[in-house]
């Protein structure tokens, strides 16, 4: 993941490791990095924060500085085109119309190797641009989550922030905190915000699969 991560065209980023295990082996691996990108800073919040990691990605979202978010989760990958084929779109959305963008996503095994059947259930002919209206009436209607996790998806920051808490949130809906299903709680929080949404026609990211993954 972190690999996948420092090695983004796109260059303007900051990588923040949030660290709530009970050992030091990401400490260790975190700072091997850090000596090589000035970009890479590590947090370590000794010990579980609880909530399968809610909190954890919950305290990186408000200590984050930058004006958009790329979530990143400790098993999956980020291709390096990820972040600038995306940035696209944010460079050109003037009125800031856009709620998010996403893309297909490639379905990998615990050795990184892809599997037969690719992530995503919905894959465009071409870059596309949905109504957010579209997009929120066929997560409800299919009841699955084409858009993706939040690892596939690029978001402004300033969406995140609810009124009524007082924070930047993810998995929240009309101030009500979802911990269940976050990544669709969120798409349709920005989607009742913004007007459009961009999904790119090429796989930009890779979900990986395996027994020990914490669902």
């Known amino acids: 993941a972190l690999n996948s991560a420092v ?6 980023i900051e990588i923040l490791v949030g660290d709530d ?6 400490k260790q691996i975190t ?3 850090a000596r090589s990108y000035r970009n890479v800073k590590y947090d370590n919040h000794g010990g579980s924060l ?23 989760f400790h098993d999956d990958l980020l291709y390096p085109e990820k972040i600038s084929r995306m940035m696209e779109y944010y460079q050109q959305d003037l009125n800031e119309e856009i709620a998010f ?21 919905f894959v465009p002919f071409d870059d596309q641009i949905f109504s957010s209206k579209q997009i929120g009436s066929a997560l409800m209607n299919w009841h699955g989550n ?8 690029l978001l402004r920051k300033k969406d995140l922030w609810q009124e009524k808490l007082g924070e930047y949130r993810v998995g929240c809906y009309l101030g009500m905190q979802d911990r269940s299903m976050w990544d669709v709680s969120t ?19 890779a979900f990986r699969s395996h027994d020990e993954q914490n669902q």
């Open 146 to 153: 084409f858009i993706g996790e939040l690892t596939t998806v």
């Open 21 to 26: 295990s009970d050992n030091d082996e990401v």
């Open 31 to 33: 700072e091997q990095f």
């Open 187 to 205: 798409f349709l929080e920005l989607g009742r915000k913004k007007y459009k949404v961009i999904f790119i026609q090429e796989c930009l990211s």
């Open 50 to 72: 609880g909530v399968n990691g809610w909190k954890n990605m919950q305290k990186l979202l408000n200590d984050s500085r930058g004006k958009y978010i790329q979530f990143l």
């Open 101 to 121: 963008v996403t893309s297909s996503r490639d379905n990998i095994d615990a050795d990184g190797n892809a599997k037969s059947k690719p992530r995503s259930p």
């Open 7 to 12: 090695k983004q065209t796109y260059p303007n």
